[in-house]
């Protein structure tokens, strides 16, 4: 897995965004677990 520069996921959470970003990201997150685990 490469490594890719920027906030952890943490830091991310602790500012404000919109539902639907957060959504987006934790959906994403999701198929790539889903996709590194088949």
Known sequence: MD???GKELRA???EDHPW???L???CA???G???AHA
């Open 3 to 5: 490594y890719i520069p």
């Open 12 to 14: 991310w959470l602790d």
């Open 20 to 22: 639907r970003e957060v």
């Open 24 to 26: 987006d990201v934790f």
């Open 29 to 31: 997150a999701g198929r």
């Open 33 to 35: 677990l889903a996709h």
